[in-house]
């Protein structure tokens, strides 16, 4: 399918945030007017100030740059208001602190050209000058988030947080990017490849930026900020899978415990261990249920696309099937402690065996409060979905 950025005609943005880059902002937009007028592109040179203090805004208009002011402050905040003022229908962005070159732009150019919507470049390939990138960051932060990236979104990504990419304005502006400080960068990745957009990655050089200051990035804050991003927008790995290994393991537990106790590598296990596994199996489903209703609030918002295994769950999964089947769960739970209770009066409310009633009990209890948090997951579902049809936004869709 043509993207808005195939064939020779490309109408090319270079777009750079900029917060105090006094030092680099007119050097970075020379090489980048370099680059347009050498390769025979048409396009603009566009800057987005975030509050700069210290001329920048005046320097890179003298440079020859259109330049915006954007009074929200936050990495993703001036980029995004960057792609809504481009005047381009692709656009490539990149750091005003002279650690990218923007006179050799002609790989992302041609990537976009041959129709890819997002063009990430890679330091790890292209290379990574002395001094350019802390050795924490180029040895642990991004190999592992890059590593979780390509993991959770199924994309053969090798730099997740290059700051130097190109992409299609249109195909980005579709994505609804919502985060305003450095997770934008995971952000856009993430949507791009749960979206369904053609990604592709090129070799770029970091070179060490010449700002003359510490660098805008804090690195335990905004690595985090990145991480909870990654594992916020993919419940798979954040609830499905260990809600999914809690459940099996607490639920074989649970069967096996449940009549008799059972002696693993010498160590011998009892109703003790019977009550962590009914745990186990009460937080397992708490948490594919949690995971099931972030994918679905994620697809109603539009945020991310339905994948098939939701629409089968709807398919069998509506509010009543829910309430259902934790009502039958809960009367079963009460059922089975009022048969204990009146055992417990048959024998005049005398002292019990623990070992003996504690095995019932605890099975009971576990039925109870599963009922119960399905039938509360299903109600919370269904208010969710009530909020959602009467928004006003959902009204004018």
Known sequence: MPTPCDGEELELTILMPCLNEARTVQACISAARGFLASHGVKGEVLVADNGSTDGSDRLAAAAGARVIRVDRRGYGAALMAGVHA?????IIMGDADESYDFSTLAAFVARLRSGAELVMGNRF?????????????RHLGNPVLSFIGRRFFRI???DFHCGLRGFSRESILRLSLATEGMEFASEMVAKAALAGLRIEEVPTVLR???????????????GWRHLRFLLLFCPRWLFLYPGVALFLVGAMGFLALQSKSVVVASIGLDIHSLLY?????????QLVQLAVLTKWIGVMA???????WLERVERFGSIEMGLLVGAALLVAGCGWSVSLVDAWSSSGFGNLDPRSVMRHAIPAVTLVVLGTQTAAGALFAGAVALTWRSSPSHSKA
Request: proline share 13%; hydrophobic share 35%.
């Open 156 to 158: 053969a990504i090798g």
């Open 277 to 285: 596994m009914a745990g186990a199996v009460i937080v397992g489903l």
């Open 86 to 90: 481009a005047r381009g229908r692709c």
């Open 125 to 137: 390939k292209g290379g990574i000058e002395p001094g350019a990138m802390p050795a924490l960051h």
């Open 208 to 222: 060490p930026d010449g700002r003359g200051r510490p660098p805008h990035l804090r690195t335990w804050r905004d």
């Open 302 to 308: 539009g945020v991310v696309p339905k994948p098939r």
